[in-house]
């Protein structure tokens, strides 16, 4: 049986342990302090000897397509360049690190800024097929702004043809995989989503079309960048409201279906995630964020993103509803990673809800059953220690668990524009009494 302090393989590359950062957008930008900002985010969990760092969503195209202020994009050779300083930095600590190529299509700030879209008036949406009625609602209803633009067949071999470049770009700057955001609402889930993808084209039609854009990404990605390590997250669309709102969206068994399928794809590892059809909190489990919501000093940039003083108030209510239905959940992912495993011999990576030391033994098979994973990973626990590592790996005790409540404080500045950080002064202080303790140095 593995443990945390096992190394294991993804794609022929190496990782020393089996503990993971998950992707948390950075939102760096592309500006002069981009890569400081990324080693400043990064580096800590490298130090604390984190085996694997997922660098958050950054974008293959050169316009449109960010999900949130301030995504960095990854289509300029000379700017993906300068990340060889980060790439340097991980290795230096013995981690590995992947970056994650990402388009918003639907999900982009386009559609759901307000600000930015008075200010690029002229962007469209890149689309995998007209929009559901779902969102045309939200539109008439002047939450979202929708001016889809539906892909051309050719146009969908050029987008993938986009991240098979960024691939290779990241690839010479150091980078030790690619990791696809595969779900979230980002425009690869919109391809696998039956909710999104009505195409007549090759793309679409059946669960194997649905599943082409990911071929043709791999094989973009495999010309261009040759065998770097690749992952996926995949999406299980379990969370999304029952029929007859949302009628049609992918199973449990449509994800396994489709992660067994990647691994013949050639995908050297996968992310099972449950994930709903659009982007709420089914993928940050947890509390009503109380204190962000009133943060007064944010309301600034609340307004901005979601256009007005109602509207913000509007999001925080649908918010609270949210947090009931998508309360906290240990390990959420546990049943849907246990199941792809037996599916594939590819290594299978957990993240969601993970929180102590004893769980991620059992996950990852302490004898008592079945392993539900190969890899653990967590996200915001992140955001309150940076270097959370040291804490967790090797001599760790049984009960060792991490500060973060979950309480997504974080989340909601995070998405509009803030810096990701963690935002509850009582965790913050456990960090700096555990800190003074020296319990973060190796
Ligand atoms: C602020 C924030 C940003 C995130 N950014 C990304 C991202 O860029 N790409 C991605 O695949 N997931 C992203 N996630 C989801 C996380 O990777 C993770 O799956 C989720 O937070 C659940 O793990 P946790 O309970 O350990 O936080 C983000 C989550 C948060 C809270
Ligand atoms: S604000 Fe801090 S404690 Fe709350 S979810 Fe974010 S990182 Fe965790």
């Not at 386009?110 to 539109?139: F, G, I, K, M, N």
């Not at 051309?152 to 690619?178: N, P």
């Not at 079309?209 to 960048?225: G, Q, S, Y």
Request: net charge negative; hydrophobic share 35%.
């Amino acid at each position: 049986m593995a443990t945390l302090e096992d190394p294991i393989e993804i794609g022929g590359v190496t990782i020393p342990n089996r503990l993971y950062r998950a992707p948390l957008l950075e939102c760096a930008g592309n500006g002069p302090d981009a890569v400081d900002t990324l080693i400043d985010d990064l580096e800590p969990a490298a130090e604390s000897g984190v085996g694997l760092i997922c660098q958050g969503a950054t974008i293959v195209s050169g316009d449109g397509g960010c999900a949130a202020p301030g995504m960095t994009r990854v289509h300029d050779p000379e700017f993906v360049e300068r990340l060889s300083r980060l790439t340097d930095r991980i290795h230096d600590h013995g981690s590995r690190i992947v970056v994650q190529l990402e388009h918003g299509g639907l999900r982009s700030m386009e559609t759901w800024h307000a600000e930015y879209r008075r200010e690029h008036p002229d962007l469209e949406q890149l689309a995998v097929s007209e929009p559901p009625w779902q969102l045309r609602a939200l539109d008439r209803l002047g939450f979202l702004s929708s001016d889809p633009h539906v892909l051309s067949t050719d146009e969908v071999y050029e987008l993938a043809a986009d991240f098979g470049r960024s691939a290779a770009y990241a690839a010479d700057a150091g980078y030790d995989g690619i990791h696809l955001a595969g779900a979230n609402m980002g425009i690869v889930q919109q391809f696998l989503s039956p909710f999104y993808n009505h195409r007549d084209d090759e793309f679409g039609g059946s669960p194997e079309a649905r599943l082409e854009f990911l071929a043709v990404v791999h094989d973009e990605i495999r010309k261009r960048a040759g065998d770097v390590p690749l992952l996926t997250k995949v999406p299980a669309e379990t969370p999304a409201p029952p029929s007859p709102v949302v009628r049609r969206k992918l199973s449990l068994e449509d994800g396994i279906e489709i992660a067994r399928r990647l691994e013949k794809i050639g995908y050297d590892a996968v992310v099972p995630v449950q994930t709903s059809v659009v982007w709420d909190m089914s993928i940050v489990r947890g509390a009503y964020p109380e204190r962000a919501w009133g943060n007064e000093g944010l309301y600034d940039e609340y307004d901005a993103a979601f256009g007005g003083t109602t509207r913000r108030k509007l999001v925080a209510a649908a918010n609270r509803v949210q947090s009931l239905q998508y309360d906290f959940d240990p390990a959420w992912n546990e049943d849907f990673c246990r199941r792809v495993r037996e599916q594939v011999s590819i290594p299978v990576l957990a993240e969601g809800g993970i929180r102590e030391r004893s769980r991620m033994d059992r996950l990852l098979g302490d004898g008592s059953e079945e392993p539900a994973c190969d890899m653990v990973g967590m996200a915001r626990p992140f955001y309150a220690e940076p270097r959370l590592g040291a804490r967790l790996l090797k001599d760790a005790p049984d009960n060792a668990r991490v500060l973060c409540e979950s309480c997504n404080n974080c989340t909601v500045p995070q998405v509009t524009g803030a810096p990701g950080m963690c935002r509850t002064p009582t965790v913050l202080q456990r960090r700096g009494d555990l800190e003074r303790e020296g319990v973060y140095e190796r």
